[in-house]
């Protein structure tokens, strides 16, 4: 069965510092793909990033990054230059059979970042 | 381009009312998902559908019923609602290397 876990409930970060989000999973499916959102207090959740298991690079967008060690089993998202608009809650998550695109997510319970000023 | 819309935004029941939640998607994905969500526990899928004429149980399907309507809808049914299904409830659609999310319904049942 497919696991998410995210160690760390809560994040403190200095503005305009980086800060890593951990996730690591569980799967015996080759094909799977990874998912990162962030939910604001106003409770929409927004896709951020993705990284499929067959991908030769790590996936980046805008300031945030993947940290992509398939050996280990983590995929943490790294965010560069924080930004007070980035506390929220950070969701990372799996799909398996990845290549299809129509299979459910599973989540972690989420991490929650609070920038400071 | 409204993405994944999602209707009523919050609803207050009681025990035993029903109700439905609609979802429409116009991004043309095969898939569409219901999830809830709850303080502490991420989201958890309660029915899914891969593709018109498909729908699957999730983790957690007990006392929920959906309809996959046609490509675009695909709506969540509480036939007797309990106050354990108060929660957030989100729908979603996908696509290869993504999944969108609609802005969620608050659903509060007394």
């Known amino acids: 069965a497919q696991k998410i876990t995210q160690t760390q409930p809560g994040m403190f970060v200095q503005e305009k510092e980086a800060v890593t989000l951990d996730c690591t999973y569980d799967t015996s499916d080759p094909s799977y793909g990874l998912f990162w959102y962030k939910q604001p207090s106003s409770g929409e959740m927004i896709f951020l990033i993705y990284q499929g298991s067959y991908d030769q690079q790590n996936a980046t967008e805008g300031r945030y990054s993947l940290n992509f060690q398939k050996a280990r089993k983590s995929a943490n998202l790294v965010i560069s230059a924080s930004q007070l608009g980035d506390s929220a809650m950070y969701f990372c998550a799996m799909r398996e059979a990845d290549f299809s695109g129509n299979t459910p997510l599973v989540f972690g319970k989420g991490t929650r970042l609070s920038v400071i000023a | 381009n409204a993405g994944v819309t999602q209707t009523p935004k919050f609803q207050v029941l009681k025990t035993g009312q029903s109700m439905t939640l609609q979802c429409a998607q116009d991004m043309n994905h095969n898939s569409m998902y219901w999830y809830r969500q709850d303080p502490g526990m991420g989201l958890r899928l309660i029915y899914y559908s891969a593709s018109e004429g498909t729908t699957d149980k999730g983790e957690v399907p007990n006392g929920y019923n959906v309809s996959r309507l046609n490509k675009r809808e695909f709506s969540l049914r509480l036939e007797s609602a309990a106050p354990s299904q108060t929660s957030v409830y989100f729908c979603?659609?996908?696509?290869?290397?993504?999944?969108?999310f609609g802005p969620g319904t608050r659903l509060l049942v007394l």
């Open positions: 979603a659609s996908s696509e290869i290397r993504t999944q969108y």
